[in-house]
């Protein structure tokens, strides 16, 4: 396993953290800002003017994976230092094009989509022109398990009958969010894994009701947010079929395995963002008569964030190249492992973070109360510890059958 990064990574890497710095860190609160202004989800002009930035710098769609003719068409391990790079300040993966959830949803209708869907619908979001949201889990159900679903999908002559309520439905809070991938059963008699489909719903079709936003610790994730929406008698065209009736579970599986790779870089570059944080609180503090960075335990704590934040970044880096070279369903038990661990490893380096900074580190002035909520709230997204630690210690298991 080489993990060095190619000539063509090292120099988007560098062009890419000379834009962070020089366009994205200073801009921050302006950020935030924006979207209290904009009414939380409305359109943030200083969002649409770093997009044109970024467009122009040539660091668009660096997500999608060979083959593409969207972007530079990065392996999973060269787009790693990429993403981690984003991953520092949670917001600016949209400034390149290359946030949750539309990064599935790109790779979703690039695979899977007609040539009709691809024009309607794939184009504008590679554009930066629209934004997408992904439906499938539901509060009824658990979710953990998507045979669970519920949500209706029914043949009606020309057209397909949508009913059902979905929740934590990512991006659909967005103004710009117009079209959603929604999963649901379309035969609730055939194999557990044949009962579920895919469609596409654009969000104006009579019959969707955003119901609410739902928030993480307090936190509502403007303008992106987390929906609750009621389907009742939505009606779309056949055509709006992705792969056809019954494959479903198979597009959710091929959709998830990049997404959780992207989550856990993202994690590491928010990890390293907080150590940064509390090595500066701690030379900089004095309690006790001696600086914070000479007390024992946060001499502990320091060291033991550095070995935690560069073992996960070692294992993502091989379920990256593991990706590459053997292809996602070979790697589904080192994607499982980081889907683990980086979370795990976020949280717990960021809530040392946050307990250097005393009581300003649970408050808005600094980003680690958000950090660390996002972090957490990742060790539930596509997929909780659970249901990966299952996968993984079944996957060990059968190598002794």
Not at 14 to 37: C, D, T, W
Not at 48 to 70: S, V
Not at 133 to 152: G, K, L, R
Not at 250 to 267: D, N, T
Request: some cysteine.
């Amino acid at each position: 396993m080489d993990f060095t990064h190619s000539p063509r990574a090292r120099e988007l890497l560098a062009r890419l953290q000379g834009f962070l710095e020089e366009h994205v860190q200073p801009n921050e609160m302006r950020y935030h800002e924006q979207v209290s202004e904009a009414g939380r989800w409305g359109e943030v002009p200083l969002l649409g003017q770093l997009q044109a930035l970024a467009r122009n710098a040539g660091l668009w769609n660096l997500f999608l994976p060979p083959p593409t003719t969207h972007g530079p068409g990065l392996t999973n391990l060269e787009y790693a230092p990429l993403c981690e790079a984003m991953g520092r300040i949670h917001w600016s993966s949209q400034v390149f094009n290359c946030s949750a959830p539309d990064t599935g949803n790109m790779e979703t209708l690039e695979r899977f989509g007609t040539d009709a869907q691809k024009r309607e619908w794939l184009e504008p979001l590679l554009a930066g022109e629209i934004r997408s949201a992904f439906a499938m889990t539901e509060p009824a159900v658990a979710s953990s398990d998507a045979t669970n679903i519920e949500t209706a999908i029914r043949r009606d002559g020309d057209d397909y009958l949508i009913n059902g309520r979905k929740w934590w439905t990512s991006g659909a809070g967005d103004e710009r969010c117009r079209i959603f991938i929604l999963m649901g059963k379309t035969d609730p008699t055939a194999p557990r894994h044949r009962q579920q489909s895919m469609i596409l719903v654009p969000r104006d079709t009579p019959g969707v009701r955003i119901l609410r936003p739902l928030s993480v610790f307090g936190y509502d994730d403007a303008p992106h947010g987390h929906m609750e929406i009621l389907f009742e008698d939505v009606r779309v065209p056949a055509q709006n079929i992705l792969l056809g009736e019954g494959r479903g579970f198979e597009i959710a599986q091929a959709r998830l395995g990049p997404g959780r790779i992207h989550h856990c870089m993202r994690l590491i570059g928010l990890a390293e963002r907080a150590l940064e944080a509390m090595c500066r609180r701690a030379k900089g503090r004095v309690a006790f008569g001696k600086p914070l960075a000479e007390q024992g335990v946060t001499l502990e704590r320091i060291a033991e964030s550095r070995i935690l934040i560069d073992q996960a970044r070692l294992l993502t880096l091989r379920a990256a190249w593991m990706m590459d070279t053997v292809g996602n369903k070979a790697a589904k038990a080192e994607i499982a492992m980081i889907k683990v661990v980086a979370p795990n490893m976020a949280c717990q380096v960021i809530d040392w973070a946050i307990q250097l900074h005393g009581a300003a580190g649970v408050s808005q002035d600094f980003a680690l109360a958000a950090s660390y909520a996002h972090a957490r709230k990742t060790r539930l997204a596509d997929g909780p510890d659970e249901v990966h630690r299952a996968q993984i210690g079944k996957l060990e298991l059968a190598r002794y059958a």
